[in-house]
């Protein structure tokens, strides 16, 4: 659902612009505003996803009011005005408008501002890393969160235990550092010198955390964290 808001200071105009504004499903019209300065102070309060603009207005014209806007939402100007499509295009609008706007032109406009809408907010586009890239004797090494067993702090240096190598991979970075870049719903802070994968845990005893046949300490400081795993 797209939250917008409606600015024309022509009453008949702008009861027109609500209606069709109603009849589009994906739209919620949250204020109807007769000029800038109304609509000024309905985005002080309101998340505002596209508004819908007049250009000649009294006080502040539409070009003038979205130049006031430091991080405007998606505008579509709609205006009786050709000659100033260019200097709104300039300004990043989503479309422009010629009066009077048929229906079927005022859907074409909105369905873009809904691709535009949906690529923005598509949280699937965004798939999280799964790996990082470590300095190893000067050659970047891809490590795969998913191939770690756990992480060891040696002072400078951790060293990466990985379940496809017997070897762990040794490179210069602290072990929060380190604890940062990693997933933080897959690896927890055990020790002050291990992070663990938690999905590599076989075996859970008092003071030790086993991985296959690795014994690794847990520490009283970060005892709660495991104790909210085993509790899940």
Known sequence: MMRCIAVDDEKLVLDLLIDNIGQVPYLQLVKACRNAMEAIEVLQHEKIDIIFLDIQMPRLNGLQFIQTLQHPPMIILITAYEKYALEGYNLNIVDYLLKPVSFERFLKACNKAKELFDLKNDKTREQPADHIFVNVEYTLVK???????????????????????????????????????????????????????TDKIT??????????????????????????????
């Open 143 to 197: 490590i795969l969160f998913a191939d770690i067993l756990f992480v060891e702090g040696l002072k400078d240096y951790i060293k990466i235990h990985l379940a496809s190598a017997s070897k762990a991979v040794l490179t210069k970075m602290s072990l929060k550092a380190m604890e940062e870049k990693l997933p933080a719903d897959k690896f927890i802070r055990v020790h002050k010198s291990f992070i663990i994968a």
């Open 203 to 232: 075996v859970i005893k008092r003071d030790f955390a086993c991985i296959g046949s690795h014994e690794i300490p847990v520490s009283d400081f970060y005892k709660e964290n495991l104790s909210r795993l085993t509790n899940k």
